[in-house]
């Protein structure tokens, strides 16, 4: 079987054997799809890792792991590299398709069907848990994660997103 690295453990986190994960990939919601990883120290893994649950905080994934029950099972694990398979590996990027240049695009509400902002640019760095889009909306700057629960249809030949965005997503002072 053949495997890729997509991040590696960074430190434990709380008690209860919780650790933060730094994901090399920009979606982390396929990661808090997983049901499990696989986790070593060389070019391939050696044990697998059931993953009990992860989210998101603070532009951080934490996951809890089933094998590490308290924070020193997790301090252990510091630096492991996490894979996942050829298969899945490839699934991830099906999910991830070239993020076009979007400067001028429309923002148009999915629910209105109207336009709401322009697109200033899209931002992809590791830093931040998801690549953020940049808009510009009444004079105001606002940053947007760009995942499937905002950004709902890119359509590159009418240069517009359509997004569905929760109330006091977009800045207004």
Known sequence: MSFKVIGHIVKAHGLKGEVQVHLDVPDTGFFC???KVFAGIGAAPDEVFEIK??????????????????????????????FVTEEEWNELQKRQPEAPDVKGWQVIDADSKRWIATAIQLLEDNRFASPLLELEHNGHLSLIPWVDEFILEVNEADRQIRVKLQEGLLSED
């Open 33 to 35: 799809s997983l049901k």
């Open 53 to 82: 649950y992860a989210h998101i905080q603070n532009n951080k994934v934490i996951a809890a792991f089933s094998k590490l029950k308290n924070r020193d099972d997790g301090e252990k694990r510091k630096g492991l590299k996490l």
